[in-house]
């Protein structure tokens, strides 16, 4: 059973597109992320949904909207793709938001999209 | 921005022997974590100290942590070439929002 799991794995996609990733986890975890992986491996948080509600946009362009139809999906959808977000996107979650002063849990994280923008 | 810096950036050993690595972060922090990303794969999380507590362990892995000069070490003992891997340090900061702040990781490779 796959605990986080996002799709598609690879994207291909011309430039000016729109496109869509999805993912969803099975752990009935209440808090979901979206990170983004550039080519030098570096990992940053681009948003963060706690039950369906963002907490956390990390001044990412307009161009993505994530959308959480419920607790267990959180979808990335980005208008308009540029050269500059070909990258590996990684859907995380985890139990539960532990509020402002403390967060005491891990992080799972899906197997990643790899997109690239030709 | 980029809380967790990781030392080295790569390292290679033979198997058996042992692997350290460094992280330095720059803010107070709830808990520093670290994980493992094999090559083309997601992320998996390896363990998890708090700011309250100055070592942990796992298996064949050793965690410090010294909240006075912000960095943690992990150690890999008795390596294995099943280790090769990038692994990274993640800290939850004080204060803030539900986010884990990555490094930029240490590739490691382990010969056998």
């Known amino acids: 059973d796959t605990a986080v799991s996002q799709t598609p794995k690879y994207l291909v996609t011309q430039m000016e597109n729109d496109k869509s990733i999805k993912c969803e986890q099975n752990?009935?975890?209440?808090?979901m992320y979206w990170y983004k992986q550039d080519s030098k491996k570096f990992l940053k948080i681009m948003f963060s949904?706690?039950?369906?509600?963002?907490?956390i946009n990390e001044t990412v362009p307009n161009r993505f909207s994530p959308k959480s139809p419920d607790k267990a999906h959180l979808n990335l959808h980005i208008n308009s793709l540029e050269l500059g977000d070909s990258a590996v996107y990684f859907c995380a979650s985890s139990p539960r938001w532990a509020g402002p002063s403390a967060m005491n849990t891990e992080a799972f994280f899906g197997q990643g999209t790899r997109l690239t923008v030709v | 921005s980029q809380q967790g810096e990781e030392d080295p950036q790569a390292l290679s050993i033979q198997e058996g022997e042992n692997a350290t690595m460094n992280c330095s972060y720059k803010?107070?922090?709830?808990?520093l974590q670290w994980y493992r990303q094999n090559s083309g794969r997601g992320l998996v999380h390896l363990i998890l100290i708090r700011s309250n507590e100055r070592e942990k362990h796992s298996g064949r892995l050793r965690v410090t942590l010294d909240t006075s000069k912000k960095s943690s070490s992990l150690l890999i003992t008795a390596s294995r070439a099943a280790d090769t891997a990038s692994y990274f340090c993640a800290t939850a900061t004080q204060g803030g929002s539900e986010k884990l702040v990555f490094g930029k990781g240490t590739k490691l490779t382990v010969n056998p």
């Open positions: 949904y706690n039950n369906k509600e963002l907490i």
């Open positions: 752990l009935g975890h209440d808090t």
């Open positions: 803010t107070s922090i709830n808990n």
